[in-house]
């Protein structure tokens, strides 16, 4: 099991990272919380990370905390939740917004998230109810500064990031043009639109 990374950041086009590690290129998939705190590109960087092994495919997921991780494993262990809809759910939430969710039963939070349907969303409650109190709270959600390819715009890549994240491309586009500004950058916009959803 590959437990965490650290390297040159290379690429970072959400949800997607490349991290150089002595030589060798990590493609990393991680929510969009982690992306906030994110360095530069060319800096180094550690990700707490977590293996997903399929017949298909070795996927590697990285956050910034600790706390992320745990709650992402705890999503994984829900019933109908997969690694895509437990990086929404970090994209769209943070650990604490998460957590309260639970604490106080908020089902019309969590059915915002896109891939979470009523029925999820309650058995998320049910099975996280007694398992709160473990996870933790606190992580760095700084934003940082966007290196985006020449040949694409700001805006073209926060469309891109949400629909990675499950959104359709008509509602990714509803929820940048309701949060977002032209002035910010790919993570804050997908930032405020994420934050416009959960709303």
Do not use: W
């Amino acid at each position: 099991m590959i437990g965490r990374l650290t390297g040159k950041l290379l690429e970072k086009n959400p949800p997607g990272l490349l991290v150089d590690v002595q030589g060798v290129g990590y493609e990393v998939d991680a929510p969009m919380s982690t992306f906030y705190s994110l360095p530069a590109l060319g800096e180094t960087v550690s990700l707490y990370t977590h293996l997903v092994v399929r017949d298909d495919a070795h996927l590697l997921f990285g956050f910034a905390t600790a706390t992320e991780r745990v709650l992402f494993r705890a999503l994984l262990k829900v019933n109908g939740v997969g690694a895509k809809v437990a990086l929404a759910i970090l994209s769209g939430l943070s650990t604490e917004e998460f957590i309260n969710c639970v604490a106080s039963k908020d089902v019309a939070a969590l059915v915002r998230v896109p891939g979470i349907g009523k029925k999820t969303a309650e058995r998320l409650l049910i099975e996280l109810q007694d398992k709160v109190e473990t996870l933790g709270i606190g992580m760095s959600s700084s934003g940082g500064s966007s290196h985006a390819p020449d040949d694409l715009s700001a805006r073209s890549q926060a469309e891109e990031a949400l629909e990675a994240l499950g959104y359709k491309p008509a509602e990714a586009t509803r929820l940048l043009d309701k949060g977002a500004s032209p002035e910010q950058t790919v993570e804050q916009m997908i930032r405020s639109a994420l934050r416009s959803a959960t709303k």
